[in-house]
């Protein structure tokens, strides 16, 4: 009987991972939609393209050869219904020391706030897990310009993690459930 109770009432947190290899050429912006958001300000880079990449945009790489990163260096939004951000891995695209706050929303209201901060030679996974949230704003300022040619308040990020917020039973669900189990709970004691 504690059996079926606890698989009744289970429920399974599966993380998603976006790596953003799957978007498009470089230098597209990605759609909403993807991954289940609707992204502002976001778009990818392929390491591999011929063009005055700064090192962050290589470096920053974690799966294959695309990443995210804030379009201008811009504000960068992502929302979408109630979700878990798990986490990512960011890199600055040329600036060391480069500083982002990355806020969580829910319905409007911010839950969540921090500050990390960032360099061009290598991904850095940070682990954020702001729970039930409706939108993440990620703002990058600061830092001293290292790479020649280059400059710009840019960050990279990639292997979004995420969960999807699990759906609450209705009560009408959980009363169907408490009478199936009463009714095996009968069943086996007129055995």
Known sequence: MAAILAVGFAVTA????????????????????YGGFDWTNMSVSDSRADYDASPGYVTGVVSDYFTAYNQWGHVATIAASTFTFTGAYLTAAWNEGLNIDVLGYRNG????S??????????????????????LVMQSYGGVDVIPGGEGVHFVMDNFTFNESPVVPEPATLLLLGVGIAGIGVRRFRR
Do not use: C, H
Request: glycine share 4%; aromatic share 16%; hydrophobic share 40%.
């Open 14 to 33: 599966q993380a998603t991972v976006l790596t953003f290899d799957d978007v498009g050429p470089n230098m597209t912006t990605i759609p909403n939609g």
């Open 114 to 135: 921090s500050t990390v901060v960032v360099d061009p030679y290598a991904p850095t996974w940070f682990a954020f897990n702001y729970m039930d949230i409706t939108s």
């Open 109 to 112: 209201s911010l839950v969540y």
